[in-house]
């Protein structure tokens, strides 16, 4: 058995990852506090429920499977309550993350595939960014996940913990069959919400901000399909156990799209009109996150195939519309 342990195996993009590793002749163990997430999105491997805050539980399940590496998708990602509540987040994200480092380590599994986020990048000067552009996050989910990036360099140097950290920008878009997909609750991303408010599960999407520095003044955003992504930690994984080192790269598109262009493409989609009102600004959103994947093409071979605005949204529709996402 060549395990690896996918912390967050129960949430969105977790459950993507171990539908892939599975595909990829990996057995995905599922860790997770269902905190977030939903115990039936857990089918393509073992489930331990557990808490990263949990030191000899994580110690219990290193020892039980014996991973080759670690996914670590398991964290709160909201911009929004980060500046609300920012305590939780440090707490969860960061603390939780050292335990899981230093569990990892101690078991010698020396493998660490991290999710980071465009996030830790803040706002820039309208740039397409790159993996050397500064970080200077402008929200606490940007900093909690910046602070773990930075944990695992000192843990490659005293260690020899070796880490493939992905920065994604926005992930969209759900699996072929419909098996899994995005179902946060509450909802705080964009597709969903526009999909909810087309099909009157909410009155109306709410803008947040039309007064910024873009064409239409809406924040703009690069998508990226969560297939793609969850593509991109296989061969994380694969660069890791062929010994390639540590190293940062972006999941982007290199396209940004307006909130504005979102609602008018999945009008498109859907056939339906977006019901929506407009309201200020929400606290920690970045003006424009968009990336290019040069490094993630060039060095791992992915590309990111799937991630045209078009098919995110059919995806995100076609699981809207099945019966799962009615729990
Ligand atoms: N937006 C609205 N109305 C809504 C919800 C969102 O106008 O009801 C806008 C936001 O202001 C933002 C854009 O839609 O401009 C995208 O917002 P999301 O909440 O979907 O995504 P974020 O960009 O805030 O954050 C997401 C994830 C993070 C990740 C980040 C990277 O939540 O985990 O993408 O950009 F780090």
Redesign the pocket.
């Known amino acids: 058995m060549t395990n690896v342990l996918v912390t967050g195996g129960a949430g969105y993009i977790g459950s993507h990852a171990c539908k892939a590793l599975k595909a990829a002749g990996f057995t995905p163990v599922t860790f997770d506090n269902l905190c977030t997430g939903w115990e039936d999105a857990v089918k393509f491997g073992p489930f331990e429920k557990g808490d990263l805050l949990d030191r000899p539980r994580l110690d219990e399940v290193f020892a039980k499977y014996q991973p080759v590496a670690v996914m670590h998708f398991a ?1 709160l ?4 309550e980060s500046m609300s509540n920012p305590g939780k987040y440090w707490l969860n994200n960061t603390c939780g993350s050292l335990n899981l480092i230093e569990a990892a380590c101690a078991a010698g599994c020396l493998n660490f595939v991290f999710s980071s ?3 830790t990048y803040g706002e820039q000067d309208n740039v397409v960014l790159n993996e050397d552009s500064v970080q200077l996050p402008i929200n606490a ?2 900093a909690s ?1 910046r602070a773990i990036e930075d944990m695992l360099r000192d843990f490659d140097a005293s260690h020899g913990l070796k880490s493939v950290i992905f920065r ?4 969209a878009g759900g699996d072929d069959e419909a098996e899994i997909g995005e179902f946060h609750r509450p909802e ?4 969903p ?1 526009i999909l909810d408010a087309i099909d009157g599960k909410r009155a109306a ?5 039309t007064d910024y520095d873009t064409p239409d003044g ?5 998508y990226v399909h969560v297939c793609d992504l969850v593509d991109a930690h296989v061969l994380g994984v694969n660069w890791l156990r062929a010994d390639k080192g540590s190293r940062v790269f972006n999941l982007g598109t290199g396209s940004g799209f307006s ?1 504005r262009e ?1 609602m008018d493409a999945a009008a498109q989609v859907t056939g339906r009109t977006v019901p929506f009102n407009e ?1 200020p ?2 606290a ?3 003006t424009k ?1 968009v990336s290019g994947s040069t490094r993630a093409e060039e060095e791992l071979g992915w590309t990111p195939g799937r991630s045209t605005l078009d098919r995110m949204i059919a995806d995100a529709w076609r699981w809207h519309q099945s019966g799962h996402y009615e729990k």
Do not use: E, M, P, W
């Not at 809406?218 to 690069?222: K, L, N, P, S, V």
């Open positions: 964290a990602s909201q911009v929004g986020t465009c996030a989910y940007g996940k994604y920008f926005n992930v705080t991303h964009l597709i919400l999407l709410t803008i947040f901000g809406t924040c703009i955003r690069d909130v979102v309201g600004r929400r920690g959103d970045c996150l």
